[in-house]
């Protein structure tokens, strides 16, 4: 595998992050207070963290590598730890996924300002920032007004990756899923839509009031925030590239940009050390322990699942080589770093009611996670794994020890039958694609359960039984798993909120008191 770090980034000047009293870094860099200092959520947060630092004495860290598993909830982590080791021949239910191996943990609630039940923008936002907001939104406060765009600008925050840059530190973004998705975004973008990923998805109101869609915040982020992102890995080059142009790897797709702009050239403009790859061969050619910095578009769209990934000739790059690329290049500042590694197809996976293809990739994050461990310093760096948010994602039965996470429920070897004398599968769904209900010709509804005596419910694609019939299945709203190791991993305990987080890196940084 390619192994992974950072580079020497320049010192160079930030754009004033509008602030208040300057504080005084471990990394003896003077940080401007984030724009967000006074929002209560920020607050509460702020003093939480600073309340147990006082009483537990945690060490300073160097670098922060923030582990999210889109949707990865308690039920998901359970599941994959039993599918992670029963592909490996060994006992699921004993077997230990690295993350798990992180001697601290706590429970994260994501709760949103509006919403018991979180989508990913505003929960990424809360990680990335300190503070809680709307469904929806990323990088903005609770005085931001849905219906104004423009009001981004005056309810806006400062991420940890802006101050780990004015700091001159070294920063770096990963994810399977589009780099303008919600949850990688969070680092950089300030929206009232997280949906406006390209000026294409963009209404005329907002076009008309000067408000720029994500992919163009990318690009001028990189120009105001020191030297910007050292690396950044993941899909999504649709939004990059005009309707004009046709993809570099698919000859019948196109980029869905209407203003013309390609900015992965403008990403590039003036800056030699700046690299641009698209496909495994231009990926395995990067020397990222070298002083380059690296713009990785792999798919117009997301990036594919691990399971299919592994069956494409193309050969897209793991999240765990991704993983290692950056932390080799990002090593590379002796001021440190801040990573986030989002592992974003999970999510897609259980929205399709396809749990197998979500296992497999939860799996492929926790393989991330042990090469962060295998690479970097536990006196050093704090590496926290957690999610944004859970899903409906249900494991039921009494089925055997060692039965098949993805088979049917069987005791005593034997399928168990329900009421209505059919097998049923040991995950589940509480809603979703795979509902047992269908409409039919005369417009009414009929659940009738499809018998799956003879099914293989281990295929790829089968996607498990629920009740509520939806196109698309829901997040949870149940609190989501904390693991942590390093220097500040034991401000993490109990019950937190998902905003604290974030103060929990910030301060262990220094880059806040």
Not at 211 to 222: G, K, P, R, S, T
Not at 353 to 382: F, I, K, Y
Not at 443 to 471: E, M, N
Request: with cysteine.
């Amino acid at each position: 595998m390619i192994r992974a770090a950072m580079i020497r980034a320049a010192t160079a000047s930030v754009a004033a992050l509008a602030a208040a009293a300057c504080v005084t870094s471990s990394h003896t860099a003077s940080v401007p207070a984030p724009v967000q200092s006074a929002d209560s959520y920020y607050v509460k947060g702020h003093n939480a963290v600073a309340a147990r630092a006082a009483e537990r004495s945690p060490k300073k860290a160097k670098n922060v590598i923030l582990f999210i598993g889109d949707g990865m909830g308690i039920s998901t982590i359970t599941a994959a730890r039993i599918y992670a080791g029963q592909k490996k021949g060994l006992d699921g239910e004993s077997y230990q996924l690295a993350m798990e191996k992180l001697p601290w943990s706590a429970f994260s609630k994501t709760y949103t300002h509006d919403s018991q039940v979180a989508d990913s923008a505003p929960t990424a936002t809360a990680m990335t920032t300190g503070v809680k907001s709307y469904n929806g939104t990323l990088g903005v406060t609770q005085a931001a007004n849905l219906k104004d765009c423009t009001s981004a600008k005056t309810a806006g925050t400062t991420s940890l990756w802006e101050m780990a840059e004015a700091a001159g530190m070294a920063t770096g973004v990963i994810s399977t899923a589009r780099l303008t998705h919600a949850t990688p975004a969070a680092t950089y973008v300030e929206t009232v839509e997280r949906d406006w990923e390209s000026d294409a998805d963009m209404s005329a109101e907002g076009k008309a009031a000067g408000c720029l869609d994500i992919a163009a915040q990318f690009v001028n982020w990189q120009k105001i925030n020191g030297d910007g992102f050292e690396v950044a890995l993941g899909g999504g080059r649709q939004n990059f590239l005009p309707n004009t142009m046709a993809d570099p790897e698919y000859p019948d797709q196109k980029g869905r940009r209407t203003d013309g702009r390609n900015l992965a050239e403008e990403w590039l403009e003036g800056h030699p050390e700046r690299k641009v790859t698209i496909g495994l061969n231009t990926f395995e050619q990067m020397n990222f322990d070298s002083d380059i910095q690296v713009l990785g578009l792999f798919e117009p769209s997301h990036m594919q699942y691990d399971l299919d990934r592994a069956k494409d000739k193309r050969g897209e790059p793991s999240l765990a080589e991704m993983t290692e690329a950056a932390v080799t290049r990002l090593s590379r500042n002796d001021k440190g770093y801040v990573l986030m590694v989002e592992g974003g197809r999970v999510d897609h996976g259980l929205h399709a009611s396809d749990a197998q293809r979500a296992l497999g990739d939860a799996a492929a994050l926790d393989d991330a996670v042990a090469a962060a461990v295998a690479m970097t310093n536990p006196e050093e760096t704090l590496i926290i794994v957690t999610a944004d948010h859970s899903h409906t994602l249900i494991i039921q039965g009494y089925p055997d020890r060692g039965n098949p996470i993805l088979g049917l429920v069987k005791e005593g070897g034997k399928a168990v039958l329900a009421r209505d004398g059919k097998p049923y599968t040991t995950l589940s769904f509480a809603n979703g694609p795979g509902s047992v209900c269908k409409p039919q010709a005369d417009g009414k509804w009929l659940c009738d359960r499809p018998d799956l005596t003879s099914v293989d419910t281990g295929a790829l694609g089968f996607l498990q039984q629920s009740l509520i019939p939806l196109g698309s299945e829901t997040h949870g709203g149940e609190d989501v798993a904390i693991f942590a190791g390093g220097p500040g991993a034991n401000l993490f305990s109990g019950a937190v909120e998902e905003n604290e987080i974030f103060h929990v890196m910030s301060q262990s940084l220094g880059l806040v008191k």
